[in-house]
């Protein structure tokens, strides 16, 4: 899957995805995930638990049938911004948010937080 299909995706849970994609110049696989994780932050803070957990579902989806450019991304925004938009919710939305995560994002969330330094 490259980004234009990762776009597609991402449309069937957030259909005026692709009109605010139109605004980023240029579209690419970092534009697209980091456009895709500012909606997620979003959710996260309004508690829009519907469409984050089906968000959370495509951003794994992605991952899994990514391209190389897409997993770079995911692992270069996404997952290195969860502790910043989740750091304020409580604990308990916390592990409900990562509980939607598939095993393979999780561990890669963990790898990098705990390697980050060394």
Same mark, same amino acid.
């Given at each position: ?34 456009? #895709? %994780? ?6 996260? *803070? ?7 957990? +089906?968000? @959370? !579902? ?26 910043? #938009? %989740? ?6 939305? *916390? ?7 598939? +095993?393979? @994002? !999780? ?12």
């Amino acid at each position: 899957m490259n980004y234009s299909e990762a776009v597609q995706e991402i449309t069937e849970v957030i259909p005026d995805f692709e009109n605010e994609l139109t605004k980023t110049m240029p579209q690419n696989s970092y534009s697209v995930i980091r456009t #895709f %994780t500012e909606r997620i932050k979003n959710m996260v *803070r309004q508690n829009d638990r519907n469409v984050l957990f +089906k968000s @959370l !579902q495509k951003m794994d989806k992605i991952y899994t049938n990514g391209d190389l450019a897409l997993k770079n991304a995911i692992e270069g925004v996404f997952i290195y911004s969860l502790d910043n #938009f %989740t750091a304020f919710c409580s604990g308990e939305y *916390r592990k409900v948010i990562f509980s939607h995560m598939s +095993k393979e @994002l !999780q561990q890669t969330y963990s790898r990098q937080i705990y390697n980050h330094g060394i």
